[in-house]
């Protein structure tokens, strides 16, 4: 089966830098992603991983280790809009299926 | 471009009653997913189709959800009867799906659903 852990809540200061772990235990690994929710809207995809090492991609940024079933999604220069949930989402179980963690809430204050 | 479209946007029911749920994917895309979410559990996959073809049911509760998609561009999930405990924000979600790297997911606004 399929199994991903994130920290349920996280806060931090406007301007700072924040890391958000995931790990994963999935069969048949396909890839890595990660999602943003703002509250009462859908999910928008930020970022994909499939080979270990980082991606960057503005002031997001997200970093996978396949040995380690692990990944992390860093976000710089935090402005009040960055709030909102981030969903690791790791690709695998045959086919293109994708499983979501429960998300982590992110809330960025003054 | 339209996005993924899903109505009704927001339904209120009884309990025991039938709801359908629609979903109009994006234009080319050959998979289909209905996921649902809920304070509680995040988002669960329901059940995924490729080329109009389901592929994995296992997120099905049970017998009481069925979905269908009779062509490439349209897809129901149909619950009877309804439960309280059904209540939650229903997302259809389609992407282009190759043998080669996996293609991001595109969600559509979603269905909110509260059985009364």
């Known amino acids: 089966g399929q199994n991903i852990d994130q920290p349920t809540e996280m806060t931090a200061t406007e301007g700072a830098i924040v890391q958000i772990n995931c790990t994963y235990q999935?069969?048949?690994?396909?890839?890595l992603f990660w999602y943003q929710q703002h509250a009462g809207e859908a999910p928008t995809f930020l970022s994909y991983n499939v080979l270990d090492g980082l991606e960057e991609k503005g002031r997001f940024s997200s970093f996978l280790s396949r040995s380690k079933g692990y990944s992390y999604l860093l976000l710089k220069e935090l402005q009040m809009k960055d709030s909102a949930s981030y969903l690791c989402a790791a690709g695998g179980g045959g086919g293109n299926k994708l499983t979501f963690g429960t998300g982590t809430q992110l809330k960025v204050e003054l | 471009d339209a996005g993924v479209i899903q109505s009704p946007r927001h339904e209120v029911t009884e309990m025991g009653q039938e709801v359908t749920l629609r979903c109009k994917p994006i234009?080319?895309?050959?998979?289909l997913f209905w996921y649902r979410q809920t304070m509680m559990r995040g988002l669960e996959l329901l059940i995924y189709f490729n080329n109009n073809v389901p592929i994995d049911d296992s997120g099905m509760p049970e017998d009481r959800f069925s979905a269908k998609m009779p062509n490439a561009s349209f897809s129901t999930l149909k619950i009877q009867p309804s439960e309280p405990r059904d209540s939650a924000v229903y997302f259809c979600a389609s992407s282009l799906w190759t043998s080669g790297p996996k293609g991001e997911l595109f969600f559509g606004e979603g269905s909110r659903l509260t059985v009364l």
């Open positions: 234009s080319g895309h050959n998979s």
């Open positions: 999935t069969s048949g690994f396909n890839g």
